[in-house]
């Protein structure tokens, strides 16, 4: 059963303008060091492999309900690859710990995410299930 979904389309230009401005303050508030291994190993897409993942974070965000409320934080929220290949998220602190409080007995989480870019935008969707054991 679908328990939550969430969506977000960031700019491009407003991440590119946080990273130029707060520079590595900005990443390590706001982004896992997978995440920004990623980004540095894309020099020329850097700006947007972060700003999909902020997409991500914000959809996962709306998708438990709470905003960036609670005890989630951004960096709680990591974008990862499955072993497929395909984009989900990794949880940490209270990230997790909200999924976790949605999740009926019996069940276990899973997260679709789904990501995109064209200059300037970066979107992304969660849709969060829960699966019976």
């Known amino acids: 059963m679908i328990i939550g979904m969430g969506s977000d389309l960031t700019n491009m230009d407003r991440i590119a303008n946080s990273l130029e401005r707060w520079g590595e303050k900005f990443e390590r508030r706001c982004f896992t060091e997978i995440e920004r291994a ?3 190993r894309r020099p020329f897409t850097r700006v947007g492999t972060f700003a ?3 997409a991500a974070k914000e959809a996962f965000a709306k998708a438990v309900g709470t ?14 690859n499955a072993p497929s290949g395909a984009p989900t998220l990794a949880l940490a602190g209270g990230a997790a710990k909200r999924l976790a409080e949605m999740i009926p007995a019996g ?3 899973r997260i679709h995410l ?4 064209d200059h300037p935008w970066a979107q992304a969707f969660v849709i969060i299930e829960a699966v019976p054991q």
């Open 38 to 40: 990623k980004a540095a």
């Open 52 to 54: 999909k993942r902020w």
């Open 67 to 80: 905003g960036f409320r609670r005890g989630v934080f951004h960096k709680d929220i990591g974008v990862v």
């Open 107 to 109: 069940h276990e989480p």
């Open 114 to 117: 789904t990501l995109t870019d």
